[in-house]
């Protein structure tokens, strides 16, 4: 069974700092999607990863997937207020019927101005 | 471009009624996923359709759930009789193809609460 685990859970920080959060799987993934929800909306999506060692960057969020495609991180500089969120990785799944992704139950993130 | 389209965006009910919940996909997009959230469980695949065929349904949690869509604009979750443990958020999503790699557009979900 495929499985995103996604560290840490919950993260609380002031504006300005730094973070990187984890997406780890003992699967390997042909790529990795990143997803960012906001309180009464649904999840919105950032960023496909598809290369082993790929970085990607959206402006202040620099997204990597791991050399062997079974781990991803987001890191978040100078973390704003507007970042707060919840933060999914999702994959596609191959363990069953192919076509719906795996979601992690994502990093709750919040920064206090 | 309209995205996609839930209804309603909050229900509350009794325990034992109906409830439908509605989605419209974007235009053009052949698949349909529709989701439950909770804090303890996550974002849990219930079922998903693929040119308005159902392909997986094995996350439906048991038969008061089931899903239709009769046409390429339009789905339903129903859920009868409800139970307080329904209780959640569900999204439904759409994208391009049936392909995993596909990224999904969310809905913006539809708070169940049963009492």
């Known amino acids: 069974t495929q499985l995103l685990e996604q560290s840490p859970q919950f993260l609380s920080i002031q504006e300005g700092e730094n973070l990187t959060v984890y997406c780890n799987s003992s699967s390997v993934f042909s790529s990795l999607q990143w997803y960012r929800q906001e309180p009464g909306e649904g999840p919105v999506l950032l960023v496909t990863v598809v290369t082993g060692g790929e970085v990607k960057k959206l402006k202040r969020l620099t997204f990597q997937f791991g050399d062997a495609r079974k781990d991803s991180s987001l890191h978040i500089t100078a973390a704003q207020p507007g970042d707060t969120g919840l933060y999914l990785c999702?994959?596609?799944?191959?363990?069953?019927?192919?076509?719906?992704?795996?979601f992690g139950k994502g990093t709750k993130l919040s920064v206090k101005p | 471009d309209a995205g996609v389209i839930q209804s309603p965006r909050h229900e509350v009910t009794e325990m034992g009624q109906e409830v439908t919940l509605r989605c419209k996909p974007i235009s053009g997009h052949n698949s349909l996923f529709w989701y439950r959230q909770t804090m303890m469980r996550g974002l849990e695949l219930l079922i998903y359709?693929?040119?308005?065929?159902?392909?997986?349904d094995s996350g439906m949690p048991e038969d008061r759930f089931s899903a239709k869509m009769p046409n390429a604009s339009f789905s339903t979750l129903k859920i009868q009789p409800s139970e307080p443990r329904d209780s959640a958020v569900y999204f439904c999503?759409?994208?391009?193809?049936?392909?995993?790699?596909?990224?999904?557009?969310f809905g913006d979900g539809t708070r169940l609460s049963i009492l």
């Open positions: 999702a994959g596609p799944n191959y363990g069953g019927s192919q076509g719906n992704l795996i």
């Open positions: 999503a759409s994208s391009r193809t049936g392909e995993g790699s596909q990224p999904q557009h």
């Open positions: 359709f693929n040119n308005n065929v159902p392909i997986d």
